[in-house]
């Protein structure tokens, strides 16, 4: 070998040393963002927090315009964004994507791939009307990765700015690919957690509400203490009911949740399929759960009575003995449209369950009083 053939070899080994060099410095400074992430949000309960602690650690570290987080509505096909922040600070409102608008971002998140995209003007990927949808939403360049849980598309996880096409480096892809994984395992912890505390707290209050039944004391007071337990166990502000069907299955009334004011309104709803959610429920023996009462036109007689008392959306839940009788429902209610969600199912489920054991015995009591 020549000197000038063991010169090339000589700097082709030193650009190979260099660039291993600096990919292990930037695989290391990945891993203590990492960490700095995980030290973060360390002892979190709210998985809110933890997406959000993501959101602005994107922002900060590859200094772009916004970055958000967003869960997946498989009823309605559609992304839901629920953090947008912004590189000054602030938070845009929450939205929803529907999976057939945003159908190139749809088919490779499904198959568990990430989209990049240097200029969402002048990607050939994208049909005219993505474009169209990309600009209006200034999303010039991006990065968006998904988050699948056993082959199930879950979450996304996207950073982007609008002004300005860039060139992303695979580094910076792969940082947003392990920063969405750790934000994913960080949040299943916080609701470890959380579901523990919740746990512990429902069958603390369950178990205070049995024994108020079991000493006798007013179906108001041990149902009030699973009304209680239900406000402080929800996700999201709520105001909660109980109310019971006469002897003969007819009529409803208000036991305890409610203002005496409102009470004296429902007292006596006739049981019916003609009824609002409360009646309705209790004649179908299945949830009536009317996300926005301004928009559901059996609610028209008595929207001024849902503006009185200040909510929009309204649920019903039969309750039901073990043998199929019914003995009354819940209800919810919430000052803004909402839709139920699987933990509001099963939140319902144990309290209605719970009732129903409580109201049971109540009438016992009452029949061998009468006896």
Known sequence: MDDHARIEELQHRLAAAKAESAALRRREERNALLVRFSDAVRGVSDPAVVAQTACRLLIEQLGNQRALWAVIDWDRREFVIEWVFLADGTQADPTRWHFDAYELFSA??????????NDSEDDPRF??????????RELRAGIAV??????????????????AARRWHPEEVAFVEALADRAWAEIELARAGT????????????????????????????????VLTAIEQAESERRCAFYMADGAGKTLRHVVGMPE???????????????????????????????????????APWRWMAR??????CWSFPVETAT????????????????ATPHDRELAAALT???????????????????
């Open 353 to 371: 369950q719970t009732a129903a054991i409580i109201i049971s015995r109540h009438q016992e009591n009452e029949e061998r009083a009468r006896a």
């Open 308 to 313: 009185e008392f200040d909510f929009r959306g």
């Open 127 to 136: 049909p005219a009307s993505l474009k169209i949808a990309m600009a209006g």
């Open 108 to 117: 490779e998140h499904l198959a568990g791939r990430s989209v990049v995209y």
């Open 146 to 163: 998904p988050i699948l849980v056993a082959g199930k598309l879950r979450a996304v996880l996207s950073t982007s700015q609008g002004l």
């Open 261 to 299: 004011a409102y009470a004296r309104h429902v007292d006596g709803f006739v049981i019916s399929a003609e009824s609002l959610s409360c009646g309705l429920a209790a004649a179908l023996k299945e949830p009536v759960l009317t996300a926005d009462v301004e928009q559901e036109p059996r609610w």
């Open 324 to 339: 199929g009788t019914l003995v009354g429902f819940l209800a919810m209610y919430f000052r803004e449209p909402r839709e």
């Open 195 to 226: 579901a523990l505390r919740q746990s512990k707290a429902w069958l603390a209050g369950q178990n205070e509400a049995f024994r108020a039944a079991m000493n006798g004391a007013p179906l108001e007071v041990s149902l009030g203490i699973l």
